[in-house]
């Protein structure tokens, strides 16, 4: 079992109340994703970061935004939630690659956070 | 382009029967390629990686192949069981710098059935 936790399992609001989706992992791992899934589709990245004040956007445009104040917190935060917000999100950590430089590519991810924007 | 295309999209089978899953891709340059199984509701797990050099690799009753000439993988589940029950997701990495690229798949929905 993977030790990162996400909260809230399931949340359900109503459009324009501002929610965070909160992300935590006691593995030490530097870098931090979340990814949005919708039933069916591939997994789109979303945000990352490579370490303690670090944070870029992924491949998929969100207006959400994200903070790494700390190694093992990683919040998704949305100001103004609207349905089109509506999905699954995983956060996920990778270690850093080996002394080596090997790098194998294994996320750890959560259990999800599904949002429902009423 | 960069894809990883799954097949089939979804798939049922008897409690203790054998099946197969398809991976097909064209990311360049390959480094490594991951299944991983998504049980309902949850985030996915890794069954196993395969890299450049190898061909065949085995978890269990879980079996993963990779043709790097094909650009494909499969896996392969023996004597199936009713918690195999899961979306399988296939991610290829390319050789990128820090940390290689990923390209998921849009995975494929097993269904075993008593």
């Known amino acids: 079992e993977a030790d990162i936790y996400q909260t809230p399992r399931y949340l359900v609001i109503g459009t324009g109340k501002k929610i965070t989706l909160e992300c935590s992992q006691t593995?030490?791992?530097?870098?931090m994703y979340w990814y949005q899934q919708d039933p069916g589709m591939e997994l789109h990245l979303i945000h990352y970061s490579y370490g303690v004040n670090s944070t870029e956007k992924g491949d998929l445009s969100s207006e959400s935004t994200v903070s790494r104040i700390r190694t093992e917190h990683f919040p998704l935060t949305l100001e103004s939630a609207r349905p089109s917000h509506t999905s699954q999100y995983l956060c996920a950590s990778s270690p850093r690659p080996d002394r080596l430089g090997g790098y194998t590519g294994e996320l750890f991810f959560g259990e999800g956070s599904r949002l429902t924007v009423l | 382009k960069n894809q990883v295309e799954q097949s089939p999209q979804s798939l049922i089978i008897l409690e203790g029967k054998n099946c197969t899953l398809q991976c097909n891709y064209t990311v360049s340059p390959f480094s490594n390629l991951r299944w991983y199984k998504q049980d309902t509701g949850r985030g996915p797990v890794s069954l196993t990686i395969?890299?450049?050099?190898?061909n065949t690799k085995s978890n269990g009753r879980y079996t993963a192949t990779l043709d790097a000439d094909t650009k494909q993988s499969s896996l392969h589940i023996t004597a199936s069981q009713l918690s195999d029950s899961a979306s399988y997701i296939c991610?290829?990495?390319?050789?990128?710098?820090?940390?290689?690229?990923?390209?998921f798949g849009r995975g494929t929905q097993l269904t075993v059935w008593p």
């Open positions: 991610v290829v990495s390319d050789r990128g710098s820090t940390l290689g690229r990923l390209y």
């Open positions: 593995m030490g791992h530097d870098k």
């Open positions: 395969m890299t450049f050099s190898e």
